[in-house]
């Protein structure tokens, strides 16, 4: 009985262990732009509020559990947005499929035709154009400006966000993405 409690507690520590160990590979892939990536030391759930699809339908973040997500919140009239989003569209080149995917939802009052030139005008053609109009899921996950781009693991679960534009497809950030892809 001594040995079958000695051996269900090492292996809950061992998983324990394995948590916070890739958490802390993820920390130590931060560089440049990418050290501005706050890396949760515990995991925290995405709000269940709903987004409308680019197709007019609705979708919540919990729908895209299975595979690692990046969530993008920006918006037409944002500079910095501007500057990041063909950065983004590399990286859903790069690693896109049933592993990964980046979510982009616009916030607030932005107009179909002014997202869709948004995009045309930045050369951007592989990424969504979701949008969160009442600004309902924006609010709950705490997005206070713009850009927020949040990462989240296969459960649907936020593991880092940062606040502000970065260079996401530098080679912290691709690093960042293997990590959690192969992880």
């Not at 130590?28 to 706050?38: A, Q």
Request: aromatic share 8%; charged share 25%; proline share 4%.
């Amino acid at each position: 009985m001594k040995a079958l409690f000695v051996t269900v507690l090492y292996t809950a520590l061992a998983f324990g262990a394995n948590a916070t160990l890739a958490d802390a590979d993820i920390a130590t892939l931060r560089e440049g732009d990418m050290k501005k990536l706050v890396v949760h030391t515990t995991p925290e759930p995405v709000s269940d509020e709903t987004f409308t699809t680019g197709q007019g339908g609705e979708a919540r973040l919990t729908d895209y559990a299975g595979k690692i997500t990046l969530v993008n919140f920006w918006a037409t009239w944002c500079a910095p947005c501007r500057k990041e989003m063909p950065m983004l569209a590399d990286l859903q080149t790069e690693f896109g499929g049933d592993a990964f995917e980046v979510v982009t939802i616009a916030v607030g009052r932005n107009a179909r035709p002014g997202m869709e030139k948004f995009f045309e005008e930045i050369g951007v053609d592989n990424l969504p154009l979701h949008i969160d109009r009442p600004m309902s899921l924006s609010r709950a996950m705490g997005v206070l400006g713009l850009p927020v781009t949040i990462l989240v693991d296969r459960d649907g679960q936020e593991v880092a966000r940062l606040q502000g534009d970065a260079v996401w497809n530098s080679d912290s950030a691709k690093a960042i993405i293997r990590a959690m892809v192969d992880g």
